[in-house]
């Protein structure tokens, strides 16, 4: 683990509210069975329902260029293995995370509760709808990859907030950060090249 962080140091990832969030988040908890000697790699690693676990050096630069304040709201889409809500639920005031997979936010619940996470707030839902009801965000992370600008999701930030997500339709994409100009514009700066699972459409019908 001390290996990872320092890698991540090298990478670029130097907040250390950031790194202590990464280190005191147990990376095990969040892996499958299977992999759980890879557990504090810097890869992405499989999990249910064909999904991923993020790899932790892009769960650092994602939360990073996110420059969450104590007081943040924070929506996340994709919660997945939940692993990436951990870490943010530590940096902020309350985290409203949406996943379309039942079997996946059902798990994720059971780490959030077994780790005493209590400012988590889940839906089982399509989370390219945003949460319309809860809105407007300080902040939005999307942990899968939106085919094109998400418009629905920039509607319910604030407008001196702040939204990373990878967006395009291939196995590449571009991560990309917007920031609220604060008048209703935003500028739209390009942090480098991620592979993400896509966003999809629905809810899963499958478990
Ligand atoms: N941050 C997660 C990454 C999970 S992969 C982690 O570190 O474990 C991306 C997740 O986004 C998957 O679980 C996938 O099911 C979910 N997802 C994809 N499209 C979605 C949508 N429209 N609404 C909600 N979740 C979605």
């Known amino acids: 683990m001390a290996r990872l962080i320092l890698s991540l140091r090298s990478q670029g990832v130097t907040d ?3 790194l202590n969030a990464i280190e005191s988040t147990p ?3 969040f892996t499958p069975e299977l992999f759980q000697d890879r557990a504090w790699e810097d890869s992405a690693l499989p ?3 064909g999904q991923t676990i993020s790899q932790p050096y892009i769960v650092g630069l994602m939360t990073q260029a996110l420059q969450i304040e104590p007081r943040s709201r924070v929506l996340e889409i994709g919660t997945g293995s939940g692993y990436q809500t951990a870490i943010l639920s530590k940096l902020a ?3 409203y995370t949406v996943e379309r997979y039942r079997t996946l936010m059902a798990e994720a619940q059971a780490r959030f509760k077994a780790l005493g996470l209590t400012n ?3 839906r089982f839902g399509d989370g390219g709808a945003g949460w319309p009801e809860q809105a407007p965000f300080d902040r939005i992370m999307v942990t899968a990859a939106a085919p094109g600008e998400p418009k629905a999701l920039l509607a319910q930030l604030k407008p001196s907030g702040i939204l990373v ?3 395009g339709r291939g196995p590449v994409q571009t991560l990309r950060r917007y920031v609220g100009d604060g008048a209703g514009d935003f500028a739209v700066e390009v942090l480098g090249d991620v592979r993400f699972v896509p966003l999809l459409d629905g809810v899963a019908k499958e478990l």
Do not use: G, Y
């Open 47 to 49: 999990i249910a329902c």
């Open 27 to 29: 990376r095990q908890m």
């Open 93 to 95: 005031r309350l985290i």
């Open 165 to 167: 997500a990878p967006v």
């Open 120 to 122: 988590i707030i889940t």
């Open 16 to 18: 250390s509210k950031v």
